[in-house]
């Protein structure tokens, strides 16, 4: 199989109807996908998509590409394998419905044979649609990749290898492989198929070989079993991959097909005594949920991106994700191969119960069997895959007939793949909101996450309660791993009154990792905690804010963020790919850093009211470079692993706290504001164990641009990911004097995405132009073509700075 790139060539524009014309303004752009056809709308306040989508509006848009179609392909089979479309894709060619996908995160593959003119330019468009179907930030268009297969018409179709390891020792590991073999002719064909094991050494350890019967009409599937010597095993310390070669050949030795599959050596075991178990070892989960967008690049899915999250996350001391909500990308899913990252991917946010106006509840009863095949067929082959689940604080699960379809799901992906775990995000209040006490009654009228964050400790209590356990107990039961929301309370009755029960914890509070990792460590039940979230996100806009409510007119807004707010701010790591503040105290409480971390509330707010909600954290920053009076009160936190913390200014002690009396893993100074160095040193015993420095930045700021990469491809999966700071001559970065900054790329690429962190924002991601936050901003280069890239950034009064990018 031929599988070529389809991302050239395509325009985009609104959808008319039959009998409408197009407005200024509405003319088909030209774009390249991947492409998010609601990144560059105009955002408002009465949006009918509200807080959820980041104040961006819907759509029903149409994308539109010529292509030529050889003569020779008329013996061939050719289909278009779109990767994921948002949403209700409809598929045309030369004016003809070719496919409908109502699900906007599913693969699916197009058979277009019936459809074209060989010999001749064909035209194809596809239309997707967006409205108030989404409770976050959902993008439009077709926001994921597109290849053209071409293959002979006896061939190996898209996902048709398929190798487990079923049988490993430290002798040998067994590599089970079935391969489909597929005849589009009329007549029977004698085939052969090959396959070679290549260890990550570039070594070939295995081989075989089978003749293959092939019945039109009749796919037929070949198996071999082979043995690996001394494997070397894949795992989040060692992500070894090998790859399988499969050959196809007519029994003349006529070649059909090829295939390349990469693929990990594995053993998977969960129990309540011993946990998760990759390779014997066990692994608790330090988990991430992140949502599918790419923060200044919208939805678009592109491959540099994805593999850039992950390693971010992955250095940040994370070790897993959740795809939260929807199926994660094939792009990403080749990331956590090679960078070790293990991965829940989950389903579906709703099944027949809606939680939005439009959403997909609408189609899941027809559609669940083909969405759950292509989640199974997309992550079969990758060893980061570990556990699927099933969906997210489903409305209905809590009900008989939801039970059932909980099953119902829960059966089909083990008959599709039996070699990885079933679990679901089971959020006992949601799933009960029609059983709320009356006393509750003025709660269950907001939504749910305002409802959440009003409970309290009540709603620890009400999720392990006799109502909650009694409603969730058959959909727990159909699972191999129980994922609770918000549900910690439920882990230590749990392990007495379901003994072999196993428990992840699927959603968290960010601000509660002390406490909910020091639970993961106590009980082997409890397999690992997923934070609400690892990288931050567009809607959902302003869940994880801090207020300052002494502004005039101040009125509490719940978890819903006001217009313009654009991000959650709920995230580790902001969506430039700078790490806040909390990710470095989790990374302590991980125990993965031994240095402390100083991180300053800022000044200017020192004994202003806050309001916050669960997934809020300090508005605090690691800065010691403020424009404020020598003197004025500060309060800085240093997170460390230790009994106590002394804090020194210029070598002078500003005095020791202990750590954890406000928080776990938190000493509190409450102090004065004096430029000069800065430092936090960590003691256990009374001994030093490690320190931290902060230095006040001095003399005139400049512009820095940083290439995170001497060189970049040009395919439609390459970026160039330029970091952009206002620093001192040192590289100290000041947090209280940005600047609105101007980006210019020459040669051949385009200034794809140009974006901070900053969650209240009315600035677009097309740039040209952004105003830093916190001194940074992310600049985000899409090469067109081979040749020398130059990107100039300007700031007035601070002159330029450039880098040069070499696409190749």
Request: with cysteine; hydrophobic share 40%.
């Amino acid at each position: 199989m031929i599988r070529l790139p389809f991302a050239d060539g395509w325009t985009v524009g609104p959808k008319l109807g039959a009998f409408e014309s197009p407005e200024p303004g509405q003319e088909p752009r030209p774009v390249r996908l991947p492409h998010d056809a609601l990144r560059d709308l105009e955002r408002s306040a009465d949006s009918p998509q509200g807080v959820h989508a980041g104040y961006y509006p819907g759509g029903v848009f149409e994308y539109a590409k010529t292509f030529d179609v050889p003569e020779e392909w008329r013996e061939r089979s050719v289909q278009l394998e779109f990767e994921g479309v948002y949403r209700d894709a409809a598929v045309f060619l030369n004016g003809e419905f070719v496919a409908h996908r109502p699900n906007g995160y599913t693969g699916f593959v197009v058979e277009a044979d019936a459809y074209l003119r060989f010999g001749e330019t064909n035209r194809i468009t596809v239309e997707a649609r967006a409205h108030k179907d989404s409770r976050w930030y959902s993008g439009a268009g077709i926001y994921r990749p597109v290849h053209l297969l071409v293959s002979e018409p006896v061939h190996m179709p898209l996902d048709g290898v398929r190798v487990t390891t079923p049988d490993i020792d430290a002798e040998r590991a067994m590599v089970a492989v079935a391969t489909t073999v597929r005849n589009t002719t009329r007549h029977t064909r004698e085939t052969r198929v090959e396959w070679s094991v290549v260890a990550p050494s570039g070594d070939e350890v295995a081989a075989g070989t089978a003749p293959v019967t092939v019945l039109p009409g009749e796919p037929a599937t070949a198996r071999v079993r082979l043995a690996v010597d001394e494997p070397a095993l894949w795992s989040t310390d060692t992500p070894a991959l090998y790859t399988l070669h499969t050959t196809l050949s007519g029994i003349d030795g006529t070649l059909l097909d090829t295939d390349e599959t990469l693929f990990g050596i594995r053993t998977l075991q969960v129990d309540a005594r011993h946990g998760l178990r990759v390779n014997g070892e066990t692994v608790k989960l330090r988990g991430a949920c992140v949502h599918h967008d790419n923060g200044p690049l919208g939805a678009a899915t592109i491959g540099a991106a994805e593999d850039r999250r992950i390693r971010l996350l992955k250095a940040a001391g994370f070790n897993a994700i959740r795809s939260a909500h929807n199926p994660i990308s094939r792009a990403m899913l080749d990331a956590c191969d090679r960078h070790g990252v293990l991965v829940m991917d989950e389903l579906t946010d709703v099944w027949t119960e809606s939680k939005t106006a439009f959403d997909y509840s609408l189609a899941f009863p027809d559609w669940w069997r083909t969405d759950a095949a292509a989640l199974v067929a997309k992550d079969v082959n990758h060893p980061s895959v570990v556990m699927y689940s099933i969906g997210n604080e489903i409305l209905e699960l809590g009900t008989p007939i939801g039970a059932a379809w909980g099953r119902r799901l829960a059966e089909e992906l083990r008959r599709l793949d039996d070699t990885r775990f079933i679990t679901n995000g089971i959020n006992g209040i949601i799933a009960n909101l029609d059983r709320m006490s009356d006393a509750q009654a003025e709660l269950t009228d907001k939504d749910p996450n305002t409802m959440m964050a009003e409970m309290g400790e009540q709603m620890a209590l009400m999720n392990a309660s006799d109502l909650v356990s009694r409603s969730i107990e058959e959909s727990a039961s159909v699972l191999d791993v129980v994922g609770f929301n918000y549900g910690d309370s439920r882990y230590e009755p749990d392990a007495a009154a379901y003994p072999h029960r196993v428990i992840v914890g699927s959603e968290t509070f960010p601000e509660r990792i002390d406490a909910l990792w020091a639970l993961v460590e106590r009980f082997p039940h409890v397999i690992g905690d997923f934070t609400w979230t690892g990288w931050d996100y567009l809607g959902e806009a302003g869940i994880g804010r801090v207020d300052y409510t002494d502004v005039e007119g101040y009125a509490p807004t719940g978890t819903a963020g006001p217009y313009p707010y654009l991000l959650a701010e709920s995230g580790d790591i902001d969506i430039t790919g700078h790490r806040r503040t909390v990710s470095y105290w989790r990374e302590i409480v991980f125990g993965l850093r031994r240095a402390p971390y100083i991180a300053v509330h800022r000044p200017q707010h020192f004994g202003r009211p806050t309001a916050r909600t669960p997934w809020s954290w300090d508005d605090s920053v690691a800065s010691w470079s403020w424009d404020a009076e020598p003197g004025a009160p500060v309060t800085v936190d240093v997170y460390a692993a230790a009994d106590d913390v002394e804090l020194l200014l210029d070598g002078r002690s500003l005095g020791v706290a202990r750590v954890g009396e406000d928080k776990g893993f938190l000493a509190r100074f409450q102090t004065e504001y004096r430029p000069g160095e800065l430092t936090a040193i960590a003691r256990r015993d009374g001994v030093e164990t490690a320190r931290h420095v902060l230095r006040t930045a001095g003399g005139d700021l400049r512009l820095a641009a940083r290439v995170e990469q001497d060189g970049v491809g040009t395919d439609a999966d390459s970026l160039a990911f330029v970091g952009i700071t206002l620093e001192d001559a040192s590289g100290v970065v000041p947090c209280d004097q940005d600047r609105r900054i101007t980006v210019e790329v020459e040669g051949p690429a385009v200034l794809a995405g140009l974006g901070t962190g900053r969650a209240r924002t009315e600035e677009s991601f097309a740039g040209p132009s952004v105003t830093t936050y916190d001194g940074r901003a992310l600049a985000i280069i899409r090469p067109t073509d081979a040749g020398t890239i130059t990107v100039t950034v300007s700031a007035e009064g601070l002159g330029e700075a450039s880098v040069v990018v070499t696409a190749s």
